[in-house]
Nanobody, 121 residues
Framework: QVQLVESGGGLVQPGGSLRLSCVASGTIASIYTMGWYRQAPGKQRELVAAVTIGGTENYGDSVKGRFIISRDNAKNTVYLQMDSLKPGDTAVYYC???????????????WGQGTQVTVSS
């Protein structure tokens, strides 16, 4: 019904930058929330950043001031600009969207397959 394609992950040195992208496609009337979560080995999945269709942004405490989330509603795409990366940012990053596929229908949550971000020690 809805597919998410993530890109932009990779290996970067501490202090470097990466930009993640996630494109949603399929049966979409509206995407209320688009965001990113991450999960490191042995850790719970945690919120990185999210933004609503109205522009309300929410960031995890550990990334505030370093990461910026943005979205292009015309392209059903969300971006995560990650600056000043630290080794603690190493994780699999998952795109997350709350989608309304038909007007007045329910919201449904979809997850991307994850993209690896590795920040060298």
């Amino acid at each position: 019904q809805v597919q998410l394609v993530e890109s932009g992950g990779g290996l970067v040195q501490p202090g470097g930058s990466l930009r993640l992208s996630c494109v949603a496609s399929g049966t979409i009337a509206s995407i209320y929330t688009m965001g990113w979560y991450r999960q490191a080995p042995g850790k719970q999945r945690e919120l990185v950043a999210a933004v609503t269709i109205g522009g309300t942004e929410n960031y995890g405490d550990s990334v505030k001031g370093r990461f910026i989330i943005s979205r292009d509603n015309a392209k059903n795409t969300v971006y995560l600009q990650m600056d000043s990366l630290k080794p603690g940012d190493t994780a699999v990053y998952y795109c997350n969207v709350d989608v309304i596929s038909s007007w007045f229908g329910p919201r449904r949550t979809y997850w991307g397959q994850g993209t690896q971000v590795t920040v060298s020690s």
